[in-house]
């Protein structure tokens, strides 16, 4: 105990250390507190911003939309009122109609333009010359024309967005309608994009050939970049939250304000609005974005800076404390001198101090502690010298051990061979066997590091402390029942814990070790509920090996004492030594090569298979990962495949059971018609050296 305490004083940190951690760690801690708070206002700050930009961005569109419109209609009503145009109208002169919508878009930039007769069907059409006397009678801007004899909408043809008017043409009587339109292209994105500073994707939901019940979505229009542009659409159709965004978008007809999405792992701030046609339905989408990453990199230079410099103060601020911690301590430092010195029984230190202070008062305090200790070095020097004229005193008696009182596992041995010994024995030969005897049960149990305590007649008392007490003291019975078979007079074992005193009881001239307490009681309740070969445990001790038990696939039933109403768990020598052999012994445990065994985690298994085994030149055994009534599930390396699989196997009783291992044959069959992330997969079904088993995913 002492070298233990010396050796935890020599590595603990000193006083001047502690107050330097500390004060480094309060400063990291204010400028790690700075520097979050700082990066969560950057970030509320670039959302702020990019918010902004999506409401601007609505704006701006809104009103480009407004300014496209109106231009298409003074365009329309400077057409309606050329003679011409009325001319070749009546005329129905379409290659004159086709020259002179070329020379006018030459002049006024519109994109297309068709003139149509009043039922609705193409006269000229500038982007499709062939497409004479198509009917678009049923096309909404049309509908609405004839209607109101005015339309305005986005114009959906062929996968390309537009905005477009329709307005009649008439001199006296209606001869048709005139519709005109500027396409929604990168160059109208990007204007949009130069007022507000958000980007801008215009998406049509209709296939570039226009097929009938086709509504895969398509950037028609800009400001990303190709790739960019292309990851939103993925995300719009993979992501199952945008997808249902986007269908309340182009189906309701309804706008999304905020969106978080993520492109191309960028995070990104989303406003999506519908695209309505002259009938107030969703031809499309205009989706504005705003780049949290773009909106932060200004504000994320200044978080950087100021960490730099966080940095640089917590590397000053321990400098300096380090510094004035030394200097403020270094009376403390004489003072821990002298204390070190005293302890040498040097007493004739002087630690005193002028200051008024607390150090300086804790200085004067030793001083006067010194002194006492100087007194009482001077009385012990003069009561040795007065001992050496003293008679010499008398042999006291031998101390066996210290008195105390502490919580142990006790084993009792009965030797049962030797209660009662036949007429015709002799007392050596008698005495040789017990003595034999008596050598393998000490040798048992001191290898698995227990102490022997007493030997009372033809019973053995010992004691087992420390890490896996139960566990050494299971394989020191299974040692001691080791090839005890069905003899009548074998020996038994009765394990128990508690608390007990044990220490030198004086009596006479002379002083025993004794071991008293409620578990030595209860050792011999114990053994009166034994027979020969068994080892019988308490419930304290079974809960202690409960753990390692399970783990071996292996459960002791309670039963009730006949002789005392404690409850109780017996097993047989042979399944004790089965669970405590080979590879699963303990550490300290002699094993049949006469070797210590080495330190391992778990008892044998039930199934009769150890870790380490090689099975089928396969599947090498690593550990036991748990057991139930039927069978034992092992931690295995496929040395085929090189991977970790987990294998199932019955319980070695269970081996010949045919009903079992039908039960094993369903399990496999109903797992295979199971496929779910939570759910293990099941790979197949066998047998390695007559033992069914089934593998699966570890």
Avoid: C
Avoid at 76 to 92: H, I, K, Q, T
Avoid at 243 to 254: D, S, W
Avoid at 333 to 354: H, I, M, N, P
Avoid at 517 to 544: F, N, W
């Amino acid at each position: 105990m002492t070298d233990t305490g010396t050796s935890r004083r020599r590595f603990s940190p000193s006083l001047a250390t502690r107050i330097f951690l500390v004060t480094s760690l309060l400063v990291t801690l204010a400028v790690g507190a700075a520097v979050a708070v700082t990066y969560w206002l950057v970030q509320k700050t670039a959302r702020r911003a990019a918010d902004e930009a999506l409401e601007s961005s609505s704006s701006v569109q809104t009103a480009f939309q407004t300014e496209r419109y109106e231009r298409l209609r003074l365009i329309s009503r400077l057409f309606a009122a050329d003679p011409a145009v009325a001319a070749y109208l009546a005329e129905r002169d379409t290659r004159s109609i086709l020259d002179l919508l070329s020379e006018r878009g030459k002049d006024l930039g519109f994109d297309f333009a068709i003139f149509l007769d009043p039922d609705g069907k193409v006269i000229a059409r500038t982007d499709r010359p062939e497409a004479v006397g198509q009917d678009l009678s049923q096309r909404a801007l049309i509908q609405k024309a004839r209607a109101e004899f005015e339309a305005a909408g986005v114009w959906q043809d062929g996968g390309n967005l537009y905005y477009a008017v329709a307005v009649p043409l008439s001199k006296g009587t209606l001869l048709g309608f005139l519709v005109t339109g500027f396409a929604i292209n990168d160059l109208s994105a990007l204007e949009v994009n130069k007022i507000s500073g958000a980007d801008v994707a215009y998406v049509s939901t209709a296939s570039a050939a226009g097929a009938a019940g086709e509504t895969s979505p398509r950037v028609v229009a800009s400001t990303l970049p190709r790739q960019t542009a292309d990851s939103l659409i993925a995300v719009l159709m993979a992501d199952a939250k945008m997808k249902r965004m986007m269908e309340t978008v182009v189906v309701a007809g309804k706008s999304i304000r905020r969106a978080d999405i993520s492109v191309r792992g960028e995070p990104w701030i989303a406003f999506l609005a519908p695209l309505l046609d002259a009938a107030g339905k969703p031809v499309g989408a205009s989706v504005a974005l705003a780049s949290l990453e773009k909106e932060s990199a200004d504000y994320r230079q200044i978080a950087t800076a100021l960490l730099l410099a966080g940095i640089v103060s917590i590397l000053l601020a321990s400098l300096v404390s380090f510094g004035l911690t030394r200097r403020t301590l270094a009376p403390v430092r004489r003072l821990l001198t002298a204390t070190e010195a005293a302890r040498k029984g040097d007493y004739d230190q002087q630690v005193g101090s002028g200051s008024g202070d607390e150090v300086g008062q804790l200085g004067r305090a030793f001083d006067d502690l010194l002194s006492d200790l100087r007194e009482k070095r001077d009385m012990e020097a003069y009561v040795t010298e007065l001992s050496k004229s003293l008679p010499e005193p008398r042999e006291g008696r031998a101390a066996l051990g210290h008195p105390q009182a502490k919580d142990a596992l006790l084993m009792g041995v009965e030797l049962r061979g030797y209660g009662a010994l036949r007429a015709d024995a002799g007392p050596e030969p008698v005495l040789d066997r017990f003595g034999a005897e008596l050598a393998r049960v000490s040798a048992a149990i001191t290898a698995a590091r227990g102490q022997l305590e007493a030997v009372l007649g033809h019973h053995v008392l010992a004691r087992f402390d420390g890490d896996k007490r139960a566990v050494r003291a299971l394989a020191a019975a299974a040692e001691i029942l080791k090839n005890a078979g069905d003899d009548p007079e074998a020996p038994l074992v009765a394990l128990t814990a508690g608390r007990v005193a044990l220490g030198p009881v004086p009596f006479g001239e002379q002083s025993e070790r004794a071991v008293v307490g409620a578990p030595v009681a209860q050792l011999e309740s114990l053994a009166r509920e034994a027979t020969s070969g068994e080892v019988v445990l308490s419930r304290e001790v079974h809960d202690e090996l409960k753990a390692s038990f399970e783990q071996a696939g292996y459960q002791l039933a309670p039963r009730r004492g006949l002789v005392s109403p404690q409850l109780l768990y017996v097993l047989s020598g042979t399944m004790a030594l089965r669970l405590t052999a080979g590879r699963a012994g303990v550490a300290g445990v002699a094993t049949p090569d006469g070797k210590a065994g080495e330190a391992v985690s778990t008892l044998a298994t039930l199934s009769g298979i150890e870790p380490g085994a090689l099975m089928a030149r396969r599947f090498e055994i690593l550990s036991v990962l748990g057991a139930g009534g039927m069978g034992v599930v092992y931690k295995a390396r496929d040395r085929e495949l090189d991977d970790l699989v987990a294998l199932k196997m019955l319980k070695r009783e269970l081996w010949g059971d045919r009903g079992q291992l039908e039960r094993l044959k369903s399990e496999i069959k109903l797992a295979r018609k199971i496929t779910h992330p939570n759910v293990l997969r099941t790979f197949d079904f066998g047998e390695i050296d007559g033992i069914p088993y089934i593998s699966m995913e570890y």
